[in-house]
């Protein structure tokens, strides 16, 4: 009995998901990390919402857009050079029929030049761990 009501439940899941393209990420900024980041997540936000990946005809599209990302200095050493920021990012997701819009803010700091752009990842990874969640209940409410 357990399993028929397993299958059964299953089916009705599947039979109510919707399909997603998520296309390209617009970003009038020079930089890939942003994009390869934004659409990981959004794909894991539409399948963990109960959703399918898929760009068949009858799919709904969805385009995400980087819409700011500023970085404010916020601590400077006592070199005059500065050792801490404030990471802004704001994305837009437009489906055709509206456009809703995310935003965040995180500090992150450059111990040394050593370092590279690391924080500065580790600070989009983190910005967008936080969106994810209203991504996840964007996809669950709108759709």
Do not use: W
């Not at 969805?62 to 990012?89: F, G, H």
């Amino acid at each position: 009995m357990s399993r028929v009501l397993i299958m059964y439940l299953s089916f009705v899941g599947l039979t109510f998901s919707a399909l997603f393209c998520i296309k390209p990420v617009e970003n009038p900024y020079r930089d890939p990390y942003i994009n390869y980041a934004l659409r990981k997540k959004l794909e894991d936000a539409v399948l963990e919402s109960g959703h399918k990946l898929s760009c068949k005809e009858n799919a709904l599209s969805i385009v995400p857009v980087i819409k700011e990302l500023k970085e404010t200095p916020i601590a400077y050493t006592p070199y005059q050079r500065v050792s801490a920021y404030n990471l802004t990012l704001s994305i837009a997701l437009k489906d055709g029929k509206e456009e809703k819009d995310f935003s965040f803010t995180v500090p992150y700091n450059l111990p040394t030049g050593g370092v590279g752009d690391l924080p500065r990842r580790r600070a989009i990874d983190d910005i967008l761990d936080i969106i994810y969640i209203e991504f996840v209940q964007y996809f669950k409410r709108r759709y």
